[in-house]
């Protein structure tokens, strides 16, 4: 039995062309800067998104954790959204290791606007921690993989200007966002003091993120990254998986998006669950199920014919388009998703 994963975007397998770069990387020791892979790796990642250097990592939380602790220093406060990977999915990390207020605040859609930031902004008194950082999350994983509209970041980045703080993107799936607005990923990420990003979300790679920012930051970011144990040795050999991704997986994201579109509109067709194809912007896709429908048993009977979806909330499940799922895989869970809620219900 085909078994069609569509937990995550991470859940891909490096192809034969991209196991070989692997194989045939060149390396060396990347704490003492001495990784000729990673190296191309970083100055490649800092150029397509407009800044002046990266910094490989193992993992987008380390990315994200480097980053928060890089921009603040312990007792700063930090203004997100609600649903962000960073408040929900990281282990109260920004607290335990970095002294970091996360303070996060409702918005609808997951997309912050100034209008709800602004009033957030706490003024300097000595009984408040210090407002020091606006962080985004763009594509949003709990939203659906909504994307921030072009004209918005900008305002945003004005009101982080205006009051002297620091304007961070988690950008895990940034390329999705680019794919989706049709423009360079430096447009979006070069509006940024800094960023993460993560190879092995979309594009494919087994392993690794990037912190990416300024020269004077990523040098400090590197410094961090040691303390956080995050220091690899000969790591031009996974940094070789990411670098094949950004030549040849980065195009083909917007397929990913058709697919999930697809799936989307396949579902609602069926009148069964509560699901709007228009809302599908990226590779996410959350359904939400009928409420006789009890989420833990209906993925379970899902796997047991051979399709993966991962439980999403109270009552809904989530679903993934990635480059190892093809039309064909889209139709057949299509019609296994539907099936499974009749026989349920």
Not at 90 to 111: D, F, H, K, M, Y
Not at 336 to 342: N, P, Q, R, S
Request: charge should be neutral.
């Amino acid at each position: 039995m085909k078994i069609i994963d569509l937990r995550s975007d991470t859940v891909t397998l490096p192809s034969i062309s991209m196991r070989r770069a692997m194989s045939e990387a060149n390396v060396g020791d990347d704490v003492f800067e001495g990784d000729p892979t990673v190296k191309a790796l970083e100055e490649k990642t800092a150029a397509l998104l407009g800044h002046e250097a990266a910094l490989f990592v193992p993992s987008g939380t380390m990315a994200n954790q480097i980053s928060l602790r890089m921009l603040t220093v312990p007792g700063d406060e930090i203004l997100c959204e609600t649903g962000t990977h960073i408040v929900n999915y990281e282990v109260a990390a920004a607290s335990a290791l970095s002294g970091i207020q996360l303070t996060p605040i409702e918005a609808p859609n997951g997309i912050l606007t100034p209008e709800l930031i602004e009033p957030r902004i706490r003024p300097e008194n000595i009984h408040h921690p210090n407002t020091a950082v606006i962080a985004l999350e763009n594509t949003h994983n709990r939203a659906g993989g909504r994307v921030y509209p072009m004209e918005l970041i900008p305002r945003i980045k004005n009101l982080a200007v205006k009051y002297g703080l620091k304007f961070y993107l988690d950008g895990a799936r940034i390329w999705n966002a680019a794919a989706f607005h049709k423009v360079p990923l430096a447009e979006i990420a070069g509006q940024f003091d800094a960023l993460s990003v993560c190879f092995s979300k979309g594009l494919g790679a087994p392993v690794g993120s990037a912190v990416v920012s300024s020269k004077a930051l990523i040098r400090k970011a590197r410094r961090i990254r040691k303390m956080f144990g995050g220091g690899m040795r000969q790591a031009g050999i996974i940094a070789a998986g990411a670098l094949y991704a950004l030549d040849h997986n980065l195009d083909r994201i917007s397929e990913d998006h058709r697919r999930a579109g697809k799936l989307a509109a396949n579902i609602a067709e069926s009148g069964i669950f509560e699901i709007n194809p228009h809302d599908i912007e990226t590779n996410i896709v959350v359904i939400k199920l009928p409420p006789r429908l009890n989420v833990e048993e209906f993925c379970g009977n899902l796997a047991s014919k051979g399709t993966l979806v991962v439980p999403f909330g109270a009552g809904k499940v989530r679903a993934v388009a990635h480059l190892d799922i093809s039309d064909n895989d889209i139709e057949t869970a299509s019609g296994i998703i539907i099936d499974t809620a009749k026989s349920l219900l």
